[in-house]
């Protein structure tokens, strides 16, 4: 597919930049489609699907990947599309499926990696939640925050994330976007993009487009 994605749009015209797709199911060998795939081909980065995995993608069987995107400096994409064993499998109409599969899957993936310390482990890595809109992101700032503060974490080994003195889930996760490593896909006319832009300001949110 990379290969293919590269010789069908990439070689044809620069301003194509074609995400790739790595084996997320072998960790090694997708640090080498990875390593392959920016260094040969010239990709931006990867593409993970936010469900359909055994791990959330937090997990550290998944942080060999994330050490070579922190080594190449490049982005990592996660975008939803599967959601299976989600408590949606017997719901219809589907609309009511892709309108909660989609952020359900982004929530998860942001509370694995953000309270699992990738984003302080590798912070030249640059993470793209796609797809969701602008919602699930403000809901996950005021969750994560109420949360942290009523359920204090023992963390002698340093294992999770690591916020600096007098500083709050909510102004760690600020910073980090500041800091050019936390992005979150939107359509442009989402309901609560206004709020989003007035807590995070304006630099997180990109616009989405398969193309």
């Not at 995400?19 to 080498?32: E, H, R, T, W």
């Not at 489609?33 to 931006?44: C, D, H, K, N, T």
């Not at 699930?136 to 503060?149: A, H, I």
């Amino acid at each position: 597919y990379n290969e293919w994605v590269h010789g069908a749009y990439m070689s044809v015209d620069p301003r194509f930049k074609g995400m790739a797709l790595i084996p997320m199911q072998d960790p090694a060998a997708a640090v080498k489609e990875l390593r392959y795939a920016v260094e040969e081909l010239g990709m931006p980065g990867a593409m993970l699907p936010s469900t359909g995995l055994k791990s959330h993608l937090g997990s550290p069987e998944y942080w060999p990947i994330y050490e070579e995107a922190d080594r190449l400096g490049c982005a990592i994409g996660i975008h939803g599309g599967v959601h299976d064993h989600m408590g949606l499998d017997d719901m219809s109409p589907y609309a009511a499926v892709n309108a909660l599969g989609h952020p359900f899957g982004q929530m998860v993936n942001f509370a694995g990696i953000v309270f699992n310390g990738v984003l302080d482990k590798y912070p030249n890595a640059r993470f793209g939640f796609l797809e969701a809109g602008a919602a699930w992101f403000v809901g996950c700032l005021e969750r994560f925050q109420r949360s942290w503060d009523s359920h204090i974490q023992y963390d002698p080994e340093r294992r999770f994330l690591q916020m600096n003195k007098g500083e709050s889930v909510t102004d760690y996760i600020l910073r980090n976007v500041d800091e050019d490593r936390i992005f979150v896909g939107v359509e442009g006319d989402e309901l609560t993009l206004p709020f989003a832009v007035k807590v995070a300001g304006n630099k997180p949110f990109l616009f989405s487009s398969d193309f």
